[in-house]
């Protein structure tokens, strides 16, 4: 919505940090200079580009998502495969805001961030594809980082997750990649969907304060259930309901507390999600961090978004399931603004058929690329979707 992207927005400012200094506390203040959303998010997105490493990658710096891996990249010279995924999916997004605005200079802009997208996306496949996944990031000093050369941290799960969220890997890459990642990561006996494997404990490669955790304790290779959600989103888009589901189920905290000795072990609170769950001996399936944590709202996504397929596109709502072949579907009431629709989904039960026919008030739906889309008409309907 241009609205919102015009809208004027005041810049913070704070201290410059000085030569050699990683962080600074201070108080950030509102500055006097102000501009549109839309400037906010061009110089935000023109940051990340100007900082491109010999790899053709995005710079780490002193940490990307993973904020403990903060010496990583600290000289200025690491990169960041995961980063760069990531910055191909917003500059692909970006860009057609960027072209809507009708203005020559605005439009070249958006050609050169595709251009630039096009160009990760091809370091990515050239540099860090390491044989049977994609590796995770360069130190400074241009050693591998998620590697099975790799002394620890030898696969890291959010590299497969977004090289599928990213659409930008290669399709056959991206499925050996995922395929990859649960064959390593994800311990169904245990419960647990793991970050990365092994954690970092003896290595000389110091990944900054990740390391400072026991192995198998938080981000340092225990379950991350933040990165967690994008695995059970990736597999949503590839298609694998089951997998998806099943993986959703692992990581339901009800599922880790149904008797009273996987409530001990758990330990923590079984109807909120905890940030992490521990992975090595003595504290295997053993919480962490409940209510202080994004993943919640990560998992509300992939169940209704990913599995469901129920997402908010501007002033319509789309429906594109991606169901266990099991389910024989669902029932859904959406209520947005003054509109409410109520779905009934029906599954044949055979696999990767899709999204086939849709009716709305009896009436046939155009049903494109796998998905309906439900105007917001402020009016109440009934819909029934065959998959």
Known sequence: DQAVLDAQVPFLEGQRLQPGEHDCFFQPMIGAETASLYEHCVRGLEHCIARTGQHGLPLIGTGDWNDGMNHVG????????????????????????AQARHIKAEDQRAKRWLAHAKAVRQAIEREAWDGEWYRR?????????????????????????????????????????????????????????????????????????IKGYPAGLRENGGQYSHAAMWTVLAYTQLGLGKKAVDLFSLLNPINHALDPTAAGRYKVEPYVIAADVYSVAPHIGRGGWTWYTGSAGWMYRAGIEGILGIKRAGDQVTIKPCLPEAWPGFEAKIQLQDTTYHVQVKSSGIANLGLTTAFCDGLPMIVQAGLVALTLDGGEHTVIIMI
Do not use: N
């Open 74 to 97: 600290q000289a200025g010279i690491g990169e960041s495969v995961w980063l760069g995924w990531l910055l191909i999916r917003t500059l692909e997004t970006f860009a057609p805001l």
């Open 137 to 209: 990031a360069t130190f400074d000093d241009g050693a591998w980082l998620g590697s099975r050369e790799s002394d620890e941290c030898q696969i890291d799960a959010i590299a497969q997750s977004w090289a599928v969220l990213s659409g930008a890997a290669d399709p056959a890459r991206a499925a050996t990649a995922m395929a990859s990642l649960e064959q390593f990561l994800i311990r169904k006996q245990d419960g647990l969907a793991l970050l990365f494997t092994p954690p970092f404990e003896r290595t000389q490669h110091d990944p900054g304060y």
